[in-house]
């Protein structure tokens, strides 16, 4: 079996006398003993004998064929087919072929002049003068959220510090006259102004409370502003009466305390 | 049978695709002189009908023209082209199987194919039979028997047409004869 294997390629050749003689005469004394073998040989002799007959019709039918011919035939049909399809295409009239490089130019400038803008604007954008790449820092996470926080902190313990001292002297005034000595608009116009840049660091630092009592006071400011030219002794007993009952100096110094950071 | 050779670069393959790409009329008309009468025995072999065998060289042409842009400098050619050949060949025969087996159902008659054929001693013919059979081998193995029982070409011919070794010629040539030898045990029974 493993023998038959080293022959088995070989027994066309064998066939046609192809081989040399000793391979010959080696196959020959296989073939003698292997009756697989001489099965197979004879299958091949078969098969080769029924494709030698297609092999001479094939031979015959193509010296009837006039080559030159079937050349040129096949020829003009490819390059009419060709000139069909040309024909067929429907006309655009701006003969698109001409303006491809322009467009393909115009295309490819949006497209870069796009990307550059978006790399522009981008946070960490690629391209850094050299000034900014100097102070460039690499910042660790979280970093940025707890200085916006201790920001936030401090100017709300500046703007309750402010509030409290007007707050103080409006409830300690014995009249009209002498509230307005120290409660000038323009000193509440600064605080409400104030309030209204504080807004935004409360809201994203989200300090609830803090952001509570401040719009409280800043809701009391505003009275206080439109009341302050005309005031009467009854509205300043009222505002007096609002800022005690609703305990805010008391809870200034509550959340002033909370905002601190702890000194231990 | 050998058709003259593409001895000078001029009339390589390889160039005249290059100037078939730019409208080369001439280029093309070269390229089918040198091709045509392989693309036939590959599909005379196939389908064993000289009027279809024709008919296919030329749409292999056709969609050779059409595909040029496809072709890749430094492939082979040759393989390329045979294997478009071929494929157009099978299309060709699934259809007209397809074709025979829809006006036999009409007759309610039985599904034609390599066995039954054998069964019909009017219907029986040996060589279609091996056409049949050489068309069902796979590419490489079809393209070797073809190219050595058809067109006559040695072991060593075939291995530089095809770009492969001797070696693997023999071997591709040994299992296209045992598959073929499967393939007509059954039509050809006390034939083969």
Same mark, same amino acid.
Not at chain 1, 123 to 126: K, M, Q, Y
């Given at each position: 079996m493993k023998k038959c294997r080293r022959y088995r390629q070989d027994w066309l050749a064998f066939l046609r006398g192809e081989l040399d003689p000793a391979r010959q005469q080696v196959m020959s004394e296989h073939l003698k003993n292997c009756s697989r073998c001489q099965q197979e040989l004879e299958d091949l002799r078969k098969l080769i004998g029924q494709t030698d007959d297609l092999k001479n019709e094939l031979k015959e039918t193509m010296a009837g064929l006039d080559w030159d011919r079937f050349q040129l035939t096949v020829t003009e049909r490819a390059f009419g087919q060709k000139a069909g399809r040309e024909q067929v295409r429907p006309s655009t009239g701006l003969k698109w072929h001409r303006w491809q490089p322009a467009v393909a130019g115009l295309v490819a400038g949006l497209l870069l002049g796009a990307f550059f803008t978006l790399l522009w604007l981008r946070?960490? !954008? @690629?391209y850094q003068s050299p000034a900014a790449k100097e102070t460039a820092v690499n910042l660790p996470a979280g970093f940025v959220q707890r200085v916006d926080l201790a920001l936030a902190q401090r100017e709300t313990i500046d703007y309750l510090d402010r509030s409290q001292y007007l707050l103080l002297e409006l409830v300690q005034a014995k009249s009209v006259s002498q509230a307005s000595t120290f409660l000038t608009q323009d000193k509440v116009q600064e605080l409400l102004t104030e309030k209204k840049y504080l807004n935004n660091q409360l809201n994203e630092v989200k300090l609830a409370k803090a952001k509570m009592l401040c719009d409280q006071i800043e809701l009391l400011f505003l009275e206080l502003i439109q009341l302050s030219p005309q005031m009467s002794e009854a509205e300043l007993k009222g505002l007096q009466d609002l800022i005690t009952s609703r305990q805010l100096l008391l809870k200034i110094n509550l959340v002033k305390r909370e905002l601190r950071p702890s000194e231990v | 049978m050998e058709q003259r050779n593409a001895g000078s670069c001029q009339s390589s393959p390889e160039f005249l695709v290059s100037r078939i790409k730019e409208g080369d009329k001439e280029a093309f008309m070269k390229l089918v002189g040198l091709y045509q009468q392989k693309v036939f025995v590959l599909a005379y072999s196939m389908v064993r009908e000289r009027e279809d065998a024709l008919d296919l060289v030329q749409e292999t042409f056709l969609r050779l023209y059409e595909k040029i842009n496809s072709y890749r400098t430094g492939e082979n050619f040759s393989a390329w082209l045979m294997k478009i050949a071929r494929n157009i060949c099978l299309d060709f025969i699934r259809r007209q199987k397809a074709r025979k087996k829809e006006s036999l159902d009409q007759l309610g008659s039985e599904r034609l194919d390599l066995a039954d054929q054998s069964e019909d001693p009017a219907r029986f013919n040996p060589g279609e039979i091996i056409s049949q059979a050489v068309a069902l081998l796979p590419a490489k193995q079809q393209a070797v028997f073809i190219l050595h !029982?058809?067109?006559? @070409?040695k072991y060593e011919e075939i291995a530089a047409e095809l770009n492969i070794s001797t070696g693997t010629v023999k071997s591709l040539h040994y299992k296209a004869v045992r598959k073929l030898r499967k393939l007509l045990a059954r039509p050809l029974g006390g034939e083969l």
């Open positions: 946070p960490g !954008h @690629l | !029982h058809y067109r006559e @070409l």
